[in-house]
């Protein structure tokens, strides 16, 4: 089994940053890929990032490229999501997860574990 802690939340202004955090525990998961996606109340979880096994390979939804960054340290189990410029619309429960390949992927039925969840409010 893995478990999957994200942390890193809270509530920030327009404009700002904040950086997420995913711990990961259980088993290693050095050899594949993984992803954050959110979920605003009201609406379907959608994909934001997502980074393959080796860090080598991303993927942004449009609406958060060039304003996120996703990363990984493979020697802490740990993943990381840089948010930067944030806006109103970025508000939501954000959530980790861990993908069941190498490869990136943006639907969430290619993910086989997922965190709780960490909120994100950006107030305008």
């Known amino acids: 089994q893995v478990q999957l802690v994200e942390s890193g939340g809270g509530l920030v202004q327009a404009g700002g940053s904040l950086r997420l955090s995913c711990a990961a525990s259980?088993?290693?998961?050095?050899?594949?890929?993984m992803g954050w996606f959110r979920q605003a109340p009201g609406k379907e979880r959608e994909f934001v990032a997502a980074?393959?096994?080796?860090?080598?390979?991303?993927s942004y939804a449009d609406s958060v490229k060039g304003r996120f960054t996703i990363s990984r340290d493979n020697a802490k189990n740990l993943v990381y999501l840089q948010m930067d410029r944030l806006k109103p619309e970025d508000t939501a429960v954000y959530y980790c997860a861990l993908d069941r390949s190498a490869g990136v992927h943006t639907t969430r039925y290619e993910y086989a574990y997922w965190g709780q969840g960490t909120q994100v409010t950006v107030s305008s």
């Open positions: 980074i393959n096994w080796s860090g080598g390979a991303t």
């Open positions: 259980g088993r290693t998961t050095s050899y594949y890929a």
